[in-house]
Nanobody, 120 residues
């Protein structure tokens, strides 16, 4: 069984920082792209940032210059460093990974989500 486990969410004041982590475990042969998405109440899930296996990154315009995505391939882990947080960043953040399993199956995997709340 392959799974993603997120951690690092919480309550932070505007202007503060948080670091999210997401670790993949199980019968993994290779992980291609990994990314973070978020969903605020009453809104659709949206892409926050994505990183390829080679380290190329892409960000939503709303987080450019404030968020940084990175990964540790040896640990099958992706991180999201969030600085200068704003109330509008409040959402459930979901980790996503494009997995190639040891049995040769490729699939999209999602974490269960971690709540980030930015409020004074």
């Amino acid at each position: 069984q392959v799974q993603l486990v997120e951690s690092g969410g919480g309550l932070v004041q505007p202007g503060g920082s948080l670091r999210l982590s997401c670790a993949a475990s199980g019968s993994i042969f290779r992980i291609n792209a990994m990314g973070w998405y978020r969903q605020a109440p009453g809104k659709q899930r949206e892409l926050v940032a994505v990183i390829s296996s080679g380290g190329s990154t892409n960000y939503a315009d709303s987080v450019k210059g404030r968020f940084t995505i990175s990964r540790d391939n040896a640990k099958n882990t992706v991180y999201l460093q969030m600085n200068s947080l704003k109330p509008e960043d409040t959402a459930v953040y979901y980790c996503n990974a494009k997995i190639l399993s040891t049995s040769g199956i490729t699939f999209d995997l999602w974490g269960r989500g971690t709540q980030v709340t930015v409020s004074s």
